[in-house]
């Protein structure tokens, strides 16, 4: 059984920085994406970053790029999310998410993925 646990979240003022980490297991495969996305009150889960395991190769959302990288550690089978320079609209509960065998280096809509964690929450303060 696949499981998902993200750690890191919390409350920081704004451009301050934090760094997410999602510690996956129970995967058959060696060919998975995991991506990040997030959920603010009363809107939609949107995508944030994603990386392949194959390739290494990353997706960014245009309201992230230059501020968030994605990176990971297969060894360990933990993905990280930096996240610098936080505004209050990055607030949010965020998820990891996975996906196996990805028919692209790695997903960017929510249907793409097979396996969510519980998310961490994430708060900056004006």
């Known amino acids: 059984e696949v499981q998902l646990v993200e750690s890191g979240g919390g409350l920081v003022q704004a451009g301050g920085s934090l760094r997410l980490s999602c510690a996956a297991s129970?995967?058959?495969?060696?060919?998975?994406?995991i991506g990040w996305f997030r959920q603010a009150p009363g809107k939609e889960r949107e995508g944030v970053s994603c990386?392949?395991?194959?390739?290494?190769?990353?997706y960014s959302a245009d309201s992230v790029k230059g501020r968030f990288t994605i990176s990971s550690d297969n060894a360990k089978k933990t993905v990280y999310l930096q996240m610098n320079s936080l505004k209050p609209e990055d607030t949010a509960l965020y998820f990891c998410?996975?996906?196996?065998?990805?028919?692209?280096?790695?997903?960017?809509?929510?249907?793409?993925?097979?396996?969510w964690g519980q998310g961490t929450q994430v708060t900056v303060s004006s």
């Open positions: 998410a996975a996906e196996i065998q990805p028919w692209r280096s790695c997903g960017r809509t929510l249907r793409e993925y097979d396996f």
């Open positions: 990386i392949s395991s194959s390739d290494g190769s990353t």
């Open positions: 129970g995967f058959t495969s060696d060919d998975y994406a």
